[in-house]
């Protein structure tokens, strides 16, 4: 799911995302947080009714949870040491658990896949960004420093402007996107070796 957050595309990345085995912890767990961006980006995305709304806010905090254990479990275990043995078994129960969370959210997608579907089409025929989300996300993720991020968000409370439609520059955006987020796992690749 490279270009565009699609319902079957992201069926298509929690069905991949099952099979992989449990003793490949290291790549499930790359694989889970770029998932789990994915899912978060849906519940940012879709609207539903206030019912289903609580729901999948609820589905996705369990995935971030299940997500970030399994993230920290990978990370000891990559350390080595005596304890590797007993990481790795952690490493493998919290890929279970994250699974579980998958399933869960996958049988929730099912269950309500005509509103899914209709708020995926809605916003990709409006082709808006937010942009104070997008600043925010790039901050959180240590990919824009704290001045760039403050001058930036004075600038959008200034301007009044938080969303872009402009074609042309949400592809570039894209594509900044997608460039930061490499260096960042250059960054990670760089800090673990």
Known sequence: MKAELTFEGLLAEIDAFLKI???????????????????????????????????????????????????????????GGALSTDWARFAQRDLHKFKDELMAFREFMLANADPLKSGLRTNKLSGEINIERLIRELHDAQAIGERTFVLLTNYLAQSGKQKIRCSETIVRLSRISAYLSELHKIREMSADA
Not at 45 to 63: A, G, P, Q, Y
């Open 21 to 79: 085995p449990p003793p490949d912890i290291a790549k499930a767990s790359q694989h889970g947080i770029f998932l789990n961006r994915i899912v978060g980006t849906l519940r940012n995305i879709v609207r539903l009714d206030s019912k289903h709304t609580i729901e999948i806010d609820k589905r996705v905090s369990e995935i971030d949870a299940a997500a970030v254990r399994l993230s920290q479990s990978v990370i000891n275990y990559k350390r």
